[in-house]
């Protein structure tokens, strides 16, 4: 239940053309302390809820657990959430033999895009495709739980 997860901001629209599946997502948080995120979750048609822990010193590892719910169950946790919310598209994105999730943000975190690789460790390689910009892992104010409170359009 250990997440190893890095992320970077996007250069450009170019994975839009390399996609494989392009999602929305609409997500809102019960609660946001950073020792302990829980986000609630409709991904396309289903719905979920996840807790987060800290991430470790490098931001790169943190424990995460993750269960679907059904969908009038997570819109029914979304009306008690924390003010702010997430609006996104998802793409996925196959490079080499990882799969990048490219966020597009909406509302007030418009402009924001932001690019995440799951990987089995901390050291573990990847290709990067020529899209991909500056890492952002472990800075919190890019974390969604963050976004919801003080988004992009705000800083």
């Known amino acids: 239940m250990v997440e190893i997860e890095r992320k970077f901001l996007v250069l450009s629209n170019?994975?839009?053309t390399e996609a494989n599946t392009k999602t929305r997502i609409v997500?809102?948080?019960l609660n946001t302390d950073p020792e302990r995120t829980v986000r609630i979750r409709i991904k396309g048609d289903q719905?979920?809820?996840t807790v987060k822990g800290k991430g470790?010193?490098?931001g790169v590892s943190r424990f995460e657990w993750e269960k679907e719910i059904a969908v009038p169950e997570a819109e029914a946790l979304l009306k008690i959430a924390e003010p702010g919310s997430i609006d996104k598209?998802?793409?996925e994105v196959?490079?080499?033999k990882h799969i990048f999730?490219?966020?597009e943000f909406f509302g007030e975190n418009e402009g924001l895009i932001v690019a995440e690789v799951e990987l089995?460790?901390?050291e573990e390689a990847f290709e990067k495709p020529n899209w991909l910009g500056e890492e952002v892992s472990g800075i919190t104010k890019y974390y969604n739980s963050q976004l919801s409170k003080n988004p992009f359009k705000k800083w």
């Open 101 to 103: 999730e490219v966020d």
């Open 47 to 49: 719905g979920f809820i």
């Open 56 to 58: 470790n010193t490098t």
């Open 120 to 122: 089995s460790s901390e």
């Open 14 to 16: 170019a994975y839009k």
């Open 89 to 91: 598209f998802r793409y």
């Open 27 to 29: 997500q809102g948080f």
């Open 94 to 96: 196959q490079v080499g």
